[in-house]
């Protein structure tokens, strides 16, 4: 597993966020070789690597998987596991303490751009357990060569949680069934077309609604009527994004894609603004405060 993910993340991107490897905690020892110890924490630090990139807890049988996995490759070469599984501890502490939610989003894009590369040019049977398990949760829907983005149904989720939730805060109705389910089926064949920085807001998207979501919950009954006049009293409800689409059939099919198209454009358009990050100051001045962007490994 570690030997196989240290040849495909790149050697420059990696060096340029890379902090020395914290010491690891005295766990239970799962195995010995060579003199040297795999600990419960080593296998962890995988475990929450995971986790960052699909955003949610994993199932207790699929962390066994890792762990068997680590177990195997420790035995066949301790050194090279554990150099390797310090590089990603890293990785993560250097993620867990920026407070930069750009930075946090890019780190998540890097590693979900680089497993989709790794999935579609390794056999099945051959992906480490990390990248299998990576494969169940995220589907990669577009992929772009030329802006190295990477468009995923958490993406596209997160993205109508937004929408949905500002709508909700300007006193609009949620969008429904039928419209959630023409965003998903054209955006990723619009997003080729999307320019470079609205098919990096997607990739922000997962951390933004992660961040105003667990704030809202938060808040008191009363806080969050406070927020919800402060949101509207600021016009933060032009900003909210518009999604209108109808299904292409018959004769019209040529014009009501160019209309949905425009639409998509318009709802990225009115994403790309500074209104999820108005709302989240919202939420953040209302609510306790105190460093909303750092990231956690306690899903």
Known sequence: MTNRLAK??????????????????????????????????????????????IGQK???????????????????????????????????????????????????????????KFTQNTPANDLPATIKIFNRYVQVLHYDTKTQLVLTNKDIDAVLSYIDFSRQMAGMTRLGAVEKKNFKTYLPQYYAQLPAQYQAAFALMPIVWEVIDGQWKRLTPAQRKQA??????????????????????????????????????????????????TTMNILENIGD????????DNL
Do not use: C
Not at 60 to 88: C, H, M
Not at 289 to 296: A, L, T
């Open 58 to 116: 994993i199932k207790a049988a699929e962390a066994t998987q890792i762990r068997n996995e680590s177990i195997r490759e420790f035995n066949e070469d301790p050194k090279k596991y554990l150099d390797e599984v310090g590089q990603w501890e890293g990785v993560l502490n250097r993620l867990r303490q920026t407070t930069d939610p750009v930075q946090i989003a890019d780190g998540r894009m890097m590693f979900v751009r680089e497993f989709y």
């Open 289 to 296: 405060g105190g460093g909303y962007w750092k990231m956690s």
């Open 8 to 53: 495909f993340v790149p050697v420059v991107i990696l060096l340029s966020i890379l902090l020395p490897a914290s010491i690891v905690a005295q766990r239970s020892v799962l195995a010995t070789s060579g003199g040297k110890q795999l600990k419960e924490d080593h296998v962890q630090v995988y475990v929450n690597l995971l986790q960052f990139i």
């Open 228 to 277: 919800t006049a402060q949101f509207q009293a600021q016009n933060v409800q032009q900003q909210v994004p518009q999604y209108q689409q109808q299904t292409p059939t018959g004769a019209y099919q040529n014009q009501q894609q160019m209309q949905q198209q425009a639409q998509m454009y318009q709802t990225l358009s009115n994403m790309s603004r500074s209104s999820h990050m």
